[in-house]
DNA sequence: GTCGGATGTAAGCGCTTGCTTACAATCCGG
DNA sequence: CCGGATTGTAAGCAAGCGCTTACATCCGAC
């Protein structure tokens, strides 16, 4: 992970951007308490003391380092629900570089985590999610989604418990979709479909 | 919480519970690793040298202060799924002394609070809603329920999200029910009922 | 009464944490 | 080729952590 190029001996973007990839690795797989600066700057192969030179401090960091690519641009509003379910379900490797959602899931609940929930997962999932339905309530319902959303990841992955942890994706995701049916249903046709 | 009776000085075992007692409060409230062992005993008004001589660590006071009710033996199991969502949707004030739930909300993923997860709710709870359906996949539907429970406990009440958390509790009782009712749904009448 | 064990207290040890400081090594424009 | 700015390094500081130790204080059995 992040190992230099040995031509240049001297880079600061270098060196900057491993440091990045470095936080938001660990911060994904060990959450934000247990990650420690020097994990981080081992990790990147850097000196620690450069961290808090290019960043200041852990949490602006922690805010660079997940402020990332979200799979909504590219997703139809449609399909966000078995996307997201898809997602969950992947093989395994939740450990990987994307997904912030690990980095809160396993963190305790700082607001430094919550608002990445808040704000990045509730207003923006939340709008595509409410637009799927109708009802007065539509927010409320795409509320109650991203919680199953965090409750399936928070066990399958983060607590791995059985038999969820080993049950067949496809088949799983597909009880959960036939469930939210009932909840982000629509009772008019939409206007141009 | 935990002020001694005055008229007793020294009483190993009232001191002991108050530790217990202050120590189930702020785990729930703060989570294990947020929750230092200084804080608990001053929260029981008792020295914390004496923490150590009465549970060992602060890891075997955790387990101690956890291991509490559970409201599965009050519960009809056709019930559990309301009563659950009933005590998430309480009025507020998760702070109290029930629910180890959010202990392990609050805390990191360590194993230590992810076997309370796992054998508590998972086990227990898991086991009731499993007899609910006749699917050959109740117990992954089980988990899935418990998953949306986490998840709900998580959004609304650690995160505090909005619009969930502000939501009426009853209306959104019942959408999660009706959405549980297309997983724990039987196919054939139970033979005595 | 007194003595020994039970109970409570103060102090601090060793370690880890986020962060800072003082300094060495390197690069690059002139 | 040299001097100043940039980049990297080592060491350490202050604070907080779980836990231990040494010691005062109380109480009940005899």
Known sequence: MAE?????????AATKAALLAAARELFTERGFERTTVRDI???AGANQALLFRYFGSKDALFQQAMA????LAETPPEQLVAVVLA???APDAPTAEDN???????SAAHERTASVVRDDLGEQYGQV??????AEDADVRADLVIAWWLGIGLLRSVLGKEPL???????TAALVLRAVATLLERTEQPPDA
Chains 1, 2 share one sequence.
Not at 129 to 134: P, V
Not at 165 to 171: F, N, R, Y
């Open 41 to 43: 700057a081992a990790r």
């Open 165 to 171: 942890a080993g049950a067949d994706p496809a088949a």
């Open 129 to 134: 999610l409410a637009s799927l339905t109708d």
């Open 68 to 71: 990332s690519k979200n799979l």
């Open 4 to 12: 230099e190029t040995p031509g240049r001996r001297r880079d600061a």
């Open 87 to 89: 997602r969950l379900f």
């Open 100 to 106: 912030p959602l690990y980095a809160v899931l396993r």
